[in-house]
Nanobody, 115 residues
Framework: QVQFVESGGGLVQPGGSLRLSCAASGGISGIYTMGWYRQAPGKERTFVAR???????NYADSVKGRFTISRDNAKNTVDLQMNSLEPEDTAVYYCTLISSVARFWGQGTQVTVSS
């Protein structure tokens, strides 16, 4: 079973920045994609960004140009740099690891954008 340690969430004013980090461990092998999803109160969990093992990123339209995803394969970590944050970005952010056979989720970290 894969375990995750997520960090970096918090309260930030509109226009501010946060950096989320996620470290995965246990039962990891083969080629896998890592990424981030988010879930706002009363809404479904939605895709934010993902990055393949070769480093190819993909973003939701709502965060393009503001968020940057990166990963360190040696450490099994994935980061999400979030700039120009908006109140609409307020959500619980979940780290995910997608292998050829399964998807694993972190416990989530709260991001609140408010003045």
């Amino acid at each position: 079973q894969v375990q995750f340690v997520e960090s970096g969430g918090g309260l930030v004013q509109p226009g501010g920045s946060l950096r989320l980090s996620c470290a995965a461990s246990g039962g990891i092998s083969g080629i896998y994609t890592m990424g981030w999803y988010r879930q706002a109160p009363g809404k479904e969990r939605t895709f934010v960004a993902r990055i393949t093992a070769l480093g190819t990123p993909n973003y939701a339209d709502s965060v393009k140009g503001r968020f940057t995803i990166s990963r360190d394969n040696a450490k099994n970590t994935v980061d999400l740099q979030m700039n120009s944050l908006e109140p609409e970005d307020t959500a619980v952010y979940y780290c995910t690891l997608i292998s050829s056979v399964a998807r694993f989720w972190g416990q989530g970290t709260q991001v609140t954008v408010s003045s």
